[in-house]
């Protein structure tokens, strides 16, 4: 590890090297005519660290982890496979490639990746239509996808966009080109809403469809949730049902002797994660990482850490920590691993605890 942490350093650090393109499927994708070109927005100059800080206000992203630099001048870090979507700021653009934030429990870095990686954020409720140029039919069996609800692209055709949401449903269907972004308002996500119906209990894979009828067409799949509100009972084979969390709300017809459907949403395969770390040493939270030996800071620890730590002389640290693309290796600047360089903004996370006095010993009274 440590001497792949040294390569990656050099290179981070060679003001002269080539810019370097990732060629992995997502680069590939971003050619792809699914994918609509979006115009290059103008945007300020951003303080990386300053843009780690999480806030309530402004954009965001949704960002599918794949082929990722530090720096454009960097070696790509690979993805590991399949991984949950991060939830992303951006800060800078260069062709096809943007600069995203990445705040995880223990870390907060930037990283520069494809823009094909990005989501698209719906930035209004849209029902969602059967083919394009055809819009939702008005009555009460629909699925309704809610402002800031992050789908993927699958095919577009004159102002229409073919889309996949994948959360505790599956819905695949249409919605208008103009009401899709690469960024939408910051919101919390909500699990399930209750309504107080009596709950039926389903396996992934049952279909809700528009009709109580076999070859009916569907309106979304189960993926990842058990529970469906029932309505009314149709028949000993046919319930009518409905649906609601922070990002999609159906109301359709689910039978308990239909076949189970077809659930594209990857889980995560376990044996092609990558190996976790080794730790050898605690470092203090607020650690500045680098992108190489006498780069920029782009990120800080949040709080103290387990870290793999390698000396590379010249009061320069390798500094490898996990993350959703594996261990990444940054650069840290300090006199031992005690003192390394801080740079994370004035209260903005747990300060650190290494090296502080032990608290002093109760005191009792006389």
Not at 24 to 49: C, F, H, N, Q, Y
Not at 154 to 183: F, H, M, N
Not at 235 to 244: G, H, L, P, Q, V
Not at 245 to 270: F, L, Q
């Amino acid at each position: 590890m440590r001497a792949f942490a040294i390569v990656v350093l050099t290179a981070c650090g060679s003001a002269g090297a080539p810019t370097t393109t990732p060629t992995s499927a997502g680069a590939a994708a971003s050619t792809d005519p699914a994918k609509r070109s979006t115009p290059a927005i103008e945007r300020p100059v951003i303080d990386p660290l300053v843009a780690l800080t999480p806030t309530t206000d402004g954009n965001t992203s949704m960002l599918q982890p794949g082929v990722a630099q530090l720096e454009l001048h960097a070696t790509p870090i690979e993805s590991p496979g399949a991984t949950a979507p991060l939830q992303a700021t951006i800060i800078a653009e260069q062709g096809s490639l943007v600069r995203v934030t990445i705040r995880l429990k223990h870390a907060r870095f930037v990283v520069w990746t494809e823009r094909a990686r990005l989501f698209a954020i719906l930035t209004r409720d849209e029902r969602v239509a059967r083919g394009p140029g055809q819009s939702a039919l008005a009555t009460d069996k629909h699925v309704l996808l809610r402002a800031g609800t992050a789908v993927r692209r699958l095919a577009k055709k004159d102002t229409w966009v073919q889309i996949r949401y994948s959360g505790a449903l599956e819905v695949d269907g249409w919605v208008p080109d103009a009401a899709l972004a690469e960024e939408g308002p910051w919101r919390v996500s909500r699990g399930r809403i209750p309504t107080g119906r009596k709950t039926l209990m389903v396996t992934p894979g049952a279909v809700i469809r528009f009709e109580p009828k076999w070859a009916a067409r569907q309106l979304a799949v189960m993926a990842n949730g058990y529970f469906l509100d029932t309505v009314r009972e149709v028949d000993d084979a046919w319930s009518e049902i409905s649906y609601a969390d922070g990002n999609v709300a159906v109301t359709g017809y689910v039978s308990r002797r239909d076949p189970p459907g077809r659930v594209h949403h990857k889980r995560p395969d376990p044996s092609l994660a990558p190996a976790p770390i080794v730790p050898n040493t605690k470092v203090p939270s607020g650690t500045c990482l680098h992108a190489g030996v006498d780069g920029d800071p782009i990120g800080y620890l949040v709080g103290d850490q387990d870290v793999d730590l390698a000396d590379l002389g010249r009061g320069w640290w390798t500094v490898t920590i996990d993350s959703p693309w594996g261990p990444i290796p940054f650069a840290a600047r300090g006199a031992d691993p005690l003192s390394l360089v801080s740079c994370s903004p004035d209260k903005t996370i747990p300060g650190s605890t290494l090296g502080a006095p032990p608290p002093a010993p109760p005191t009792t009274a006389p």
